[in-house]
């Protein structure tokens, strides 16, 4: 609202400017002075318009950062191309970051190849792994399974560490899919990778009693709780129509993307707090927003499996900035 010395001195600039149009340009010491507090006037009019806290009542919180992320995926760790020291310094990259990183979520795919190896050269490759990281990060870090952490020989499926059992034992998994809460936000991670519908391996989805667990931990979270969801395979991407020599038909594998990516959606649409989704497996960097939430799948570490760039996406890792309000930032970094 205007005060009562701006609608007066208005008023009567009102009558000065009728006046002196009636009557021919005519300039006296009062009309000057009342055109100087006309301008006056205004400038003061226009700061309190420009001042929302006085004018609209608008305050502004800011955030306040609560976690800082690392969002590694597809490593693909073995013991060519130099792949240990690569891998290395990209750990070292990710530790000199500032601010400091919390907490590392790394997306699967972490040793080259499970799915057809002997046990000899799966171990070889685990150990490795496991010695880089306790050499060089210091970091808590969580896992999910990524398609090439499987061993899934359709020839010989009676050892007892088949399938999923023996990278769950090397990370300490006692389930493929678990939840956690940490500075406020609730972190999800799931089981993307399962059997296609031949029995031959392997397919994205999440499959009947995990999903059924997922609806329960979304409906006993609380609403104010902002959940991070994290999958090796994308639950939605646009990554694979980057195709090459595409004439009137794109072709679309379910080991690309989440075949219940319908029924997911339809599920996270009816819980807001659902904020972020984590993916890797395509080896590309994308970002999309879907009925408010903001799927992201980051480069591999392992770029091209060490071997250059996966088209545009170079080797990176993610970093995401948490904060109590619910919100995030991200962004993608080549080390």
């Not at 699967?108 to 190849?113: C, E, K, M, R, T």
């Not at 190896?117 to 490759?125: A, C, L, M, R």
Request: aromatic share 12%; hydrophobic share 35%; net charge negative.
């Amino acid at each position: 609202m205007l005060c009562a010395l701006c609608v007066q001195t208005l008023c009567s600039l009102w009558l000065i400017n009728g006046r002196d149009r009636k009557g021919g340009t005519k300039f006296t010491e009062y009309s000057i002075r009342k055109q100087m507090e006309r301008r006056s006037a205004l400038k003061n009019i226009g700061g309190l318009l420009l001042a929302p806290s006085l004018s609209l009542g608008i305050t502004r919180q800011d955030k306040t950062p609560v976690l800082r992320i690392a969002h590694l995926t597809d490593i693909h760790l073995k013991d060519q191309f130099d792949a240990p020291g690569r891998f290395t310094r990209c750990l070292h990259h990710m530790q000199q970051r500032s601010p400091k990183v919390d907490l590392v979520l790394n997306g699967g795919d972490i040793v080259f190849d499970m799915n057809r190896e002997n046990i000899s050269t799966i171990s070889d490759q685990w150990k490795l792994y496991k010695s880089v990281w306790a050499n060089e990060c210091g970091l808590p870090v969580s896992y999910c399974l990524g398609n090439h952490d499987v061993w899934w020989n359709e020839d010989d499926k009676s050892q007892v560490l088949y399938g999923k059992e023996y990278s769950m034992d090397q990370l300490g998994l006692h389930i493929s899919y678990y939840s956690f809460t940490k500075a406020g936000w609730k972190f999800i991670l799931l089981d993307s990778v399962h059997l296609d519908i031949d029995n031959t391996w392997y397919i994205g989805k999440l499959g009947d009693v995990q999903f059924a667990w997922l609806e329960n931990e979304l409906k006993n979270t609380d609403p104010n709780t902002p959940v991070l969801v994290m999958t090796h395979i994308p639950i939605l991407t646009a990554t694979n129509l980057v195709e090459d020599n595409i004439v009137n038909r794109w072709t679309m594998y379910g080991g690309d993307m989440h075949t219940d990516v319908a029924k997911i959606i339809s599920l996270f649409y009816k819980y807001p707090n659902v904020k972020l989704c984590l993916s890797g497996h395509i080896h590309l960097r994308e970002k999309l927003v879907y009925d408010n939430v903001t799927y992201i799948c980051n480069g591999a570490v392992s770029g091209a499996w060490w071997e250059g760039n996966k088209r545009e996406t170079a080797p990176g890792y993610g970093i995401i900035d948490l904060y109590a309000d619910g919100s995030f930032d991200e962004s993608y970094i080549n080390y």
